[in-house]
């Protein structure tokens, strides 16, 4: 059944046809949860919670984009509110720094279609996202944000409260490493390798 089908009857109150929603989703938002706040335990939380939301505002939900995408923008907000709860708290008991590269959250801009496909398609998805795992937090965050979630580099600043300069810095340096990581395990692409992820052009 297509999305939009089971997102009307959703809406009508059928909640299988929400469960079907939620399976057929629930991978690829774990595996955001998952790049932004690496934590396993805190990524599967943090995606129940994404769908509790979208359960709650599924009213509000006009079909503008995919289902799909729309949660993954709650997704993204989710996580990005809980990293800077938690930075909070690391700020009144700073055993560790985390150099403000969280804070905030803002709602990325919509994408044209599914923003994981590169990630779960081919053995190059596989290594990128193998890749991604090797970044620095602060580095794959950003990457993140920009790459998967689908935000403009303004957006990215105001999510991880840091300005639009260190924003462009953060990923190009996450793209260089990226690449590097992709040369050494002998994943390296020869299409697009200054964009290994799905940037479009004019973003940012």
């Known amino acids: 059944m297509p999305d939009?089908?089971?997102v009307e009857k959703a809406k009508a109150g059928d909640q299988s046809a929400f469960e079907q929603l939620v399976l057929d989703n629930q991978n690829k938002v774990f595996s955001l949860a998952l790049r932004l706040v690496n934590d396993r335990e805190e990524a599967a939380d943090?995606?129940?919670?994404?769908?509790?939301?979208?359960?709650q505002g599924l009213a509000s939900f006009q079909g503008?984009?995919?289902f799909a995408t729309w949660?993954?923008?709650l997704t993204?907000?989710?996580?990005?509110?809980h990293l800077r709860k938690q930075k909070r708290r690391e700020e009144v008991a700073p055993a560790v720094s985390l150099d403000d590269e969280e804070a905030g959250w803002a709602e990325p801009a919509d994408r044209e279609s599914d923003p994981q496909r590169l990630l779960e398609r081919s053995e190059r998805g596989k290594a990128l996202a193998r890749g991604l795992e090797k970044l620095p937090d602060w580095q794959r965050r950003a990457l993140v944000l920009?790459?998967?979630s689908g935000l403009s580099y303004q957006e990215i600043a105001q999510a991880l409260d840091i300005d639009?300069?260190?924003?462009?810095?953060?990923?190009?340096?996450?793209?260089?490493?990226l690449r590097k990581i992709l040369l050494e395990d002998g994943n390296f692409f020869e299409h697009g390798p200054s964009k290994p992820l799905n940037e479009k052009k004019g973003r940012g």
């Open 76 to 81: 993204t907000n989710v996580c990005i509110d």
């Open 71 to 73: 949660v993954y923008r």
């Open 164 to 177: 639009l300069g260190t924003v462009k810095s953060r990923i190009a340096r996450a793209r260089l490493n």
């Open 146 to 148: 920009r790459e998967l």
């Open 46 to 55: 943090l995606a129940q919670e994404a769908f509790v939301k979208a359960w």
């Open 4 to 6: 939009r089908e089971l």
């Open 64 to 66: 503008e984009s995919s």
